[in-house]
């Protein structure tokens, strides 16, 4: 009797799983063709082609991809809805079979309960170590010194800010996370930044060879999947190098992110349990510092050299930002401490940020079980991405959501106005973890080099805003002129 009661519960799982299509429908969107789907379609610019089919097919698309059901949600609402339901904040590693052992240890490609355990475990003590507060204000403000320094040997001719800001960006990162500050002589630091900012120039989240994993078998996909294996097992290897050689010089009055999470190690390795178990704890180390590493250099770099840009392109903007600077600072440059005091600053930063959308979608989410939501099914493994772009650039949201225009973030009275619709950093359970840290080093950057220099576009050279076409979304290759103003 049961074993029949069974089978019947059985059989009328199965046929509701393949009927379900009648009473759930999937997202409207794009059909494709067969195997490969939409990806033979796929803009250079995914996430602005994506933003132009919400006229069609409404804020919730779907359309298969390569192997992967993809749904894009395009509005704020349901971005800020979704992404704080765990069934929407899974992950799912780049399909590169030589890459996918250790992506699922770290930070960003990991979820259920190592993920959580392990961002909570990152936040909290970051936060201990001054990760995103003012006790890092001094460092960091040394690494702009040396950036500052370079920029005098260039100054008054036509000269790049790209791959400049990098080392001083990563540097800051690097004294938190170590407790060392990078000797910039140091080959094998250089090469782990320098393979790290390859890994993420390839890791396009709709590039072909993440999406139809069988193209990496042949041809041109076989050789950039190979490379893409080969840069992440460099970037692994050398990053656990380090790890091995700080375990080794161990000091036990120094409290740096490595040294805690060791410790953290040792108290449980009895265990067996635990994600901070002994076994393969050197590799998880290794992976949270890539992660950390991967996720908040190239972005904070990439919001600096669309600011330098759009001040140069807009010298009015410029002057405002650096009159109220000198309204409020005296000789020497702004701190955190004259934040509040500078609410056109403010309104400039955070306009960058929506303006550059540094970026344009989320990472992307997996759907860890089957759910219907808004009459829609949402299958168990589809990719979902927010199209933070699209909810950036809505009118619903912005007066003049093409525009670089800072009056989006200010009040009539002056004082700092808070967007809803300024997602840069994500929302919901995947916010972005370092946004405290990316806030406060880029006001300090920024508002540092501008009270300093002036940019200027140089004469004949046309200004382009309209993005390239990288994982992260920097502007086009561009020059600037820098001269001096406060000495
Ligand atoms: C302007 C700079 C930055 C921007 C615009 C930015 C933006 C984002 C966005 C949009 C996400 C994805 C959210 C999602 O998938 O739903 C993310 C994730 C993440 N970011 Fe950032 N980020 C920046 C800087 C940083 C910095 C400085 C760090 C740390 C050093 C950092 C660490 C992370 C991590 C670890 C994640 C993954 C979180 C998780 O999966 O739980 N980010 N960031």
Redesign the pocket.
């Known amino acids: 009797m049961i074993a029949a009661i069974a089978l019947v519960a059985l059989l009328g799982w199965l046929t509701f799983r393949t009927i379900r299509h009648f009473f759930f429908q999937l997202p409207p969107g794009p059909t494709g063709l067969p195997i490969v789907g939409y990806l033979p379609f796929l803009s250079s610019q995914p996430y602005v082609q994506f933003s132009e089919m919400v006229d069609k097919y409404g804020d919730i698309m779907s359309l298969r991809v390569g192997s992967f059901r993809v749904i894009v949600v395009s509005s704020l609402d349901l971005i800020r809805e979704m ?1 704080k339901e765990s069934v929407f904040s899974g ?1 799912t590693d780049m399909h590169i079979a030589a890459s996918r052992q250790h992506a699922k240890l770290g ?2 490609l990991s979820d259920g309960r190592r ?1 959580q355990d392990l ?1 909570r475990f ?1 936040l909290r003590n970051l936060r201990d170590l001054g990760f995103g507060k003012w006790s890092q204000e001094n460092l960091i403000i040394n690494e702009i010194d040396q950036l500052a320094k370079t920029i005098l040997n260039e100054l008054g001719r036509p000269t790049t800010l790209t791959d400049r800001l990098n080392i001083y960006v990563v540097n800051t ?1 690097w004294s938190i996370l170590t407790g060392e500050t990078i000797d910039t002589e140091d080959s094998e630091c250089q090469q782990l930044i320098y393979n790290m900012n390859r890994l993420i120039a390839g890791a396009s989240a709709t590039d072909p060879i993440f999406l139809l994993p069988m193209l990496n078998h042949f041809g041109k996909y076989k050789k950039k999947s190979k490379d893409f294996a080969a840069n992440a097992r460099n970037v692994m290897s050398l990053a656990k190098r380090l790890v091995r050689q700080h375990n080794e010089n161990r000091n036990s009055d120094r409290s740096d992110f490595m040294h805690i999470f060791m410790d953290e190690v040792q108290k449980n390795e009895d265990d067996p349990e635990s994600t901070f178990n002994q076994k393969g704890a050197e590799d998880t180390l290794a992976m949270i510092l890539v ?3 991967i ?3 190239e ?2 770099s ?2 600096l050299l669309w600011f330098f840009l759009l001040m140069a392109a807009h010298p009015q903007i410029q002057r405002r930002v650096q009159q109220e600077i000198d309204s409020v600072v005296d000789g020497s440059g702004p701190l955190l401490e004259h934040r509040r005091r500078l609410p056109y600053t403010e309104a400039v930063l955070m306009e960058t ?1 929506r303006f550059g959308s ?2 344009p979608m ?4 997996r759907v860890t079980e089957d759910t219907y939501f808004r009459g829609y099914l949402f299958p168990e493994g589809s990719i979902l991405f ?1 199209n ?1 772009y699209k909810v950036m650039r809505d009118p619903q949201h912005w007066a003049k959501p093409h525009q670089f225009y800072p009056d989006h973030f200010l009040n009539s009275d002056g004082t700092v106005k808070q967007a809803d619709a300024a997602i ?12 405290s ?2 806030r406060l ?2 006001f300090l950057f920024a508002a540092r080099l501008i009270h300093q220099f002036n940019f200027e576009i140089p004469d004949g050279q046309t200004v382009d805003l309209a993005g390239n076409n990288g994982a992260i979304r920097g502007p086009k290759p561009y020059r600037v002129i820098i001269t001096q103003r406060i000495q």
């Not at 989320?362 to 989410?365: A, E, G, I, P, Y």
């Open positions: 992404f992950r930070l960003l993920w961002r990152s990162l992660d950390l590493f996720a908040g250099n972005t904070t990439t919001a940020l540094v970026l989320t990472l992307r989410h927010g933070l840069p950093f994500g929302s919901g359970k995947r916010i972005c973890l370092g946004e840290l990316a080093e880029f």
